[in-house]
Nanobody
Framework: QVQLVESGGGLVQAGGSLRLSCAAS????????MGWFRQAPGKEREFVAA????????VYLDSVKGRFTMSRDNARNSVVLQMNSLKPEDTGVYYC?????????????????????WGQGTLVTVSS
């Protein structure tokens, strides 16, 4: 069992930065690939970024490449999403997720059904 708690959301102007953190409980955190998803008002939840369990292989949504960076610290049971050059279209509730998937690749990491545990979300609002 893994419990996830996100933090770091808030209101920021376009072009600004935010750093989201996800704290995980459970002794097997290091064995889980992790992902970030977001959901804008009136839209479906979408994939943002993911990181593998061991070799720090990362996958990003095309629209955030070069602006967002995901990292993990297995010793501290946490993952971070550093978001720079934020745009109004980045607004939404950001969710941290952990997935016990057998294979982590560019395809499986983007699919929400492959994640078993979810946090409660943290709201990011980017004003224009």
């Amino acid at each position: 069992q893994v419990q996830l708690v996100e933090s770091g959301g808030g209101l920021v102007q376009a072009g600004g930065s935010l750093r989201l953190s996800c704290a995980a409980s459970g002794r097997t955190f290091s064995s889980f690939p992790m992902g970030w998803f977001r959901q804008a008002p009136g839209k479906e939840r979408e994939f943002v970024a993911a990181i593998s369990d061991s070799i720090d292989y990362t996958v990003y949504l095309d629209s955030v490449k070069g602006r967002f960076t995901m990292s993990r610290d297995n010793a501290r049971n946490s993952v971070v999403l550093q978001m720079n050059s934020l745009k109004p279209e980045d607004t939404g509730v950001y969710y941290c997720a952990a997935g016990a998937m057998h294979y982590f690749n560019d395809y499986t990491s983007r699919n929400a059904v492959n994640y078993d545990y979810w946090g409660q979300g943290t709201l990011v609002t980017v004003s224009s």
